[in-house]
């Protein structure tokens, strides 16, 4: 007999084991990890599709910004380059502007300089005259000289009318003080009785007369009361004639000043 | 002269006796299992793996494709029961190179074992996949007529399985025995080449037949959902 039938129960029991067997140590595992290997790697496929995307993505973005920046670049370039250009001329205005200005002020300098000197050569030319007129005044007033100037004096006081004199005699009248008459020489003794005299009888007063000598009074003489004085001396002349000088070379200097600017108009091209 | 390792016994108790043929039988199991084991035990899931586990992997998607091919849809559900029909067969024949050893296949009551499992796992899987009623009509398509010829067909290819693995394997080893008592030299490792390759060719025609077998046990369902597929398309 070739089949036994407890060997072919026996096997089949085997054989349904070995099925178990099989199963829980071969397909399972097996299986299970080939699908764990599929999985990982269709998500690396899509992980790696992804970066790809990515980096495709990116690269664009990237030259987009790249263009971007380089247009960017470019019109700055253009605007700095223009710029650039503004201030080198703004500069230059500016500079010529300057130098206008400065060379402008030199002159203005240089005029006011000649003005300047003009001025004191005037002045030192007035002032030398003056010195010169009273120098040569000085040394002439002599006896004779006073005595003529004196005379005027008292002609003068016994001539002169009005709001001054009536003032001065009033001033004289009132006060208790001696009367100075001051005089730019010594008065002989005569003199200065006749001139006491004169005075005396012109206001008609009985004060006391004092004479004093100031050098300063060139040719010259003046009585002082109170806070007031009547004077003759050619000193005053040539005080008038000193002022009227200035007044004219006043007169001229702001004369120049308003003619002068004029020529400077056609600067700044 | 003996036709199977069913007579060599080791033991014997009353009915339980432990010939060569149960012996063998262990022996392969305890290769399978235990190689399965120690392979599996650490198996990697990325793309980094052993030579052992990729060896397993070609076997077990091999077979995968080969179920997939005879027309079975989800393969895993039976690879299992088919799988593992291969893998015994195949390596029952393989250990042939272990001097000593006897094909526990070469033994009638192995395959008819085998073939038995079969005969009851074809309409098992024909029941889950389309009922009892749905599995049972098939033995009455075309016609009724035809009820009695799907048995006889039935046991009768169950039969055959039993017969052909047996024969093949029990005359692979019978023809290097007589081979060794004629010329002892050469001639016995060249057919014992030959038996590895009708081994492994039993094994692989063993278990596609199986998968026809359940194939055509499900292949009723497949038509209506083909019809299906097409009735839907139409629409």
């Not at chain 1, 004096?153 to 709001?163: A, V």
């Not at chain 2, 055509?216 to 209506?224: C, G, N, P």
């Amino acid at each position: 007999m070739l089949i036994d039938w407890f060997t072919v129960i026996a096997q089949t029991l085997n054989f349904l084991i070995l099925v178990w067997l099989m199963k829980r140590f071969l397909y399972k595992p097996i299986l299970h990890a080939i699908d764990q290997r599929e999985k990982l790697i269709a998500k690396e496929l899509a992980d790696a599709a992804a970066t790809q995307s990515d980096a495709q993505k990116e690269r664009d973005e990237f030259q987009h910004k790249n263009m971007a920046f380089d247009q960017q670049r470019a019109a700055l370039m253009s605007k700095a380059t223009d710029e650039a250009k503004a201030e080198r001329q703004r500069l230059l205005d500016e500079a010529r502007k300057a130098a206008d200005d400065l060379s402008a002020k030199r002159l203005e300098s240089l005029r006011n300089d000649v003005r300047n000197m003009n001025q004191d050569i005037t002045l030192r030319t007035q002032q030398e005259v003056f010195a010169i007129s009273r120098k040569v005044l000085t040394d002439l007033a002599d006896t004779s000289l006073e005595k003529s100037i004196l005379e005027r004096f008292i002609d003068k006081l016994k001539t002169s009318k009005g709001e001054e004199k009536d003032q001065l005699t009033a001033a004289i009248k009132v006060t208790r003080n001696p009367v100075i008459v001051r005089t730019g020489f010594d008065l002989s003794a005569e003199l200065s009785a006749t001139t006491e005299r004169s005075i005396k009888d012109t206001f008609g007063i009985e004060n006391q007369i004092r004479f004093e000598t100031a050098p300063d009074l060139i040719g010259g003489i003046e009585l002082v009361t109170d806070g007031h004085k009547l004077s003759w001396s050619i000193a005053d002349y040539l005080k008038s004639m000193e002022n009227g000088i200035a007044e004219l070379l006043d007169d001229k200097s702001k004369s120049e000043a308003d003619v002068e600017p004029a020529p400077e108009a056609k600067h700044g091209d | 002269m003996r036709l199977s390792p069913d007579e060599i016994l080791f033991w014997q108790h009353g009915y339980f006796k432990l010939n060569a043929t149960i012996l063998f039988t262990w022996g392969v199991m305890l290769l399978l299992a235990v190689g399965s084991k120690l392979v599996t035990r650490k198996l990697s899931t990325d793309l980094n793996r052993t030579r052992w586990q990729n060896l397993l992997e070609i076997v077990v998607t091999a077979i995968m494709k080969q179920i997939e091919e005879v027309g079975l849809r989800h393969p895993e559900k039976y690879i299992g029961f088919l799988g593992t029909l291969f893998l015994f067969v195949g390596t029952a024949a393989l250990c042939t190179v272990i001097p000593g050893y006897e094909p526990p296949t070469g033994s009638l009551s192995t395959t008819a074992a085998l073939a038995l499992c079969v005969f009851v796992a074809v309409p098992l899987f024909g029941i889950e996949d389309q009922g009892v009623s749905g599995y049972l009509k098939s033995y009455i398509e075309p016609t009724v007529v035809m009820l009695p010829f799907n048995i006889i067909s039935e046991i009768s290819r169950t039969l055959a399985l039993a017969v052909r693995l047996f024969g093949n394997m029990m005359s692979g080893a019978m023809i290097i025995g007589i081979l060794l008592s004629i010329t002892p030299f050469i001639f016995p490792i060249v057919m014992t080449l030959l038996g590895l390759l009708t081994g492994m060719v039993q094994a692989y025609i063993f278990s596609i037949l199986a998968a026809v077998y359940i194939a055509a046990a499900t292949r009723a369902r497949k038509k209506v959902d083909v019809g299906e597929e097409k009735t839907e398309s139409v629409k």
